[in-house]
């Protein structure tokens, strides 16, 4: 992606502040190609967004922007910031509590697309304008950023909070010394950036960014550089920002939150893998190659000439950007998939930049980026024959086949390209393969009916309900659980254990149905009538499950 030189845009007609606004529509465009795709029809997820999006709507029905509550049980893991925000959009809709999903879900594609736009931010004092759109693109093409753009939870809006800090750490890193210090104004936007985060997800933006800041400092044996940051007005504001909330959520819960948050949810992720999510040492490096996608080919190739630049500044940073956090993560039992994505933009930066010099290290590195490229075509074309397999018809994998059509050529592109040493078309095609083969596959799981048994269950009941008379269906879980019931069902939705029996009261009342899980060995009550049986892959639960849906309204 090529910027013109500063200073021949005068000749262009293009002002610096004119350059600025055409790159953020240009982001914005590329954001919303990259993100769009499957947005609005993609079903609700188990078990992080249903749980997310049904607490935002409890909070727009009670109105009480303090407690927050997931059914009838407060919800004391995170802070208040994503459920005001998902809150907020499902206000400004006009549609309150009923707001769509997709509606709850733009707090996080508002914070994918800016975190795009603030990797520029980052990325322009340490690499350069050029290297820096190159790597908001590669971002942009991930498959993990591309995920949380379209789930409401909280990494994307945390990740532009993240970016928001670093991106002031980075212009005091560069500034050459003795310059004029910087005003407040990089102060205020640190601190307010710390505290929204904090609002967000707790620790994790400060325990990024204050790793960040300490390894640069114990590179670079001195800590003057973050004087401009010790400014007694901007570290109030930030505490103005954060403080309110958990005083009054102290005040309400008593210790209830800090057990919750601290004792329930942090401390058992560090101690052992919380609710099956364990994975050893070294599980995110063997899962960048797919995640990061096809960024992780050009990193490969970038890895010599990052090594021989180990000493300049911009690698300083972006290495103390990366490592701590990264040995933090791959140290901690829990596991999962998006907790590397806050170092993902400075692995994109360090690709855009050094690939093209480490295009000229030796076939050898050629090769090894090369080999680099399959795993996108392979897990293309796994999903698109697991989809064929499952039943799927020609006419719903469209999407997928053309983006992995598209983004084959694209690789196949790519391979030549670095084979030859060529360097200028790295970027764009890498870019070009990950946008395809992302969107296509984005675009085509909500018509993948074995990923949604529940939701078919819940859509078939829905259907019998409405030709019963009734609004809407009484649903009840039987062995099945999941948080997405709640939200399709409403806060009503009762939910039994699996080996309980099924309430008298369920049996006989209008409209009431319960998916029962074929692991409930309690024989089904003789009033209750099977109305369809739904087989298929539990996000949530990782594994494959059978559900029956029973009708016991029947008279």
């Known amino acids: 992606m090529h910027v013109p030189d500063i200073r021949i845009l005068p000749l262009l007609g293009l002002t610096a502040p004119r350059l600025r606004r055409i790159v953020a529509v240009l982001l914005l465009f590329v954001g919303l190609a990259a993100f769009l795709p499957g947005f609005a029809t993609l079903p609700v997820t188990d078990r992080d967004e249903a749980r997310f999006v049904q607490a935002s709507r ?3 029905e009670s109105g009480d922007p303090i407690e927050i509550r997931f059914g009838d049980t407060p919800r004391l893991k995170k802070p208040a910031g994503i459920y005001w925000l998902q809150s907020a959009a499902a206000l400004a809709s006009g549609a309150g509590a009923e707001a769509p999903l997709w509606v709850y879900r733009l707090p996080s594609l508002a914070g994918a697309v800016l975190a795009l736009w603030l990797t520029v931010l980052v990325g322009t004092p340490l690499v350069g304008r050029r290297a820096a759109l190159g790597g908001a693109a590669l971002l942009a093409a991930t498959l993990l950023l591309g995920a949380e753009a379209r789930i409401a939870k909280t990494d994307a809006v945390l990740l532009a909070t993240i970016l928001a800090a670093q991106a002031v750490l980075a212009r005091l890193h560069m500034r050459v010394p ?12 640190f601190w307010g950036a710390l505290a929204f985060g904090i609002l967000v997800k707790g620790p994790i933006a400060p325990g990024v960014v204050g790793a960040t800041a300490l390894a640069v400092a114990l590179l670079r044996r001195e800590a003057g550089w973050l004087a401009p940051l010790r400014a007694p007005l901007p570290i109030a504001l930030g505490a103005a920002i954060v403080l309110p909330w958990f005083v009054a959520i102290t005040l309400r819960s008593g210790a209830e939150f800090w057990a919750g948050s601290v004792g329930t949810d942090l401390l058992p992720k560090m101690a052992s893998g919380q609710e099956g999510k364990g994975a050893p040492p070294g599980s995110y490096l063997a899962l960048l190659w797919a995640t ?22 911009p690698v300083v940073f972006l290495a103390a950007w990366v490592l701590p956090w990264w040995g933090v993560l791959e140290a901690v039992p829990t596991k999962l998939l998006h907790y590397p994505l806050p170092l993902y933009p400075a692995l994109a930066l360090a690709a855009a930049h050094f690939a093209p010099a480490g295009i000229g290290s030796g076939r050898g590195w050629r090769g090894a980026a090369i080999a680099a490229l399959v795993p996108g075509p392979a897990l293309g074309g796994a999903a698109l024959a697991l989809a064929w397999q499952s039943g799927a018809r020609a006419t719903e994998l469209w ?3 053309l983006g992995l059509a598209v983004a084959t050529g694209c690789v196949a592109a790519l391979a030549l390209v670095i084979w030859h040493g060529l360097w200028r078309p790295l970027v764009a095609l890498s870019a070009a393969a990950g946008l395809a083969l992302w969107s296509g596959l984005f675009a085509t799981l909500p018509a993948l009916d074995s990923l949604w048994p529940g939701h078919r269950a819940v859509e078939t009941a829905v259907r019998l309900a409405h030709a019963a008379g009734c609004d809407r269906p009484r649903l009840t879980g039987w062995g099945y659980s999941e948080p997405s019931l709640l939200w399709l069902g409403g806060r009503e939705t009762r939910l039994i254990a699996v080996h ?3 309430p008298a009261d369920l049996v006989g009342g209008a409209c009431q149905f319960v998916i029962r899980s074929s692991t409930v060995d309690t024989p089904i009550p003789a009033a209750c009538v099977t109305k369809g049986r739904f087989t298929g892959f539990a996000l949530g639960a990782g594994r494959s499950v059978t559900l029956d849906l029973l009708d016991c309204g029947v008279q």
């Open 58 to 60: 409890q909070m727009v």
């Open 178 to 189: 003795g310059a004029v210090p910087p005003g407040s104004a990089l102060a205020f936007v």
């Open 292 to 313: 990061f996608w096809p960024a992780s080919a050009l990193l490969v190739l970038a890895l010599p000439a990052i090594w021989r630049a180990r000493a300049t500044k």
């Open 399 to 401: 999407p997928l086949a």
């Open 500 to 502: 309980a029996p099924l």
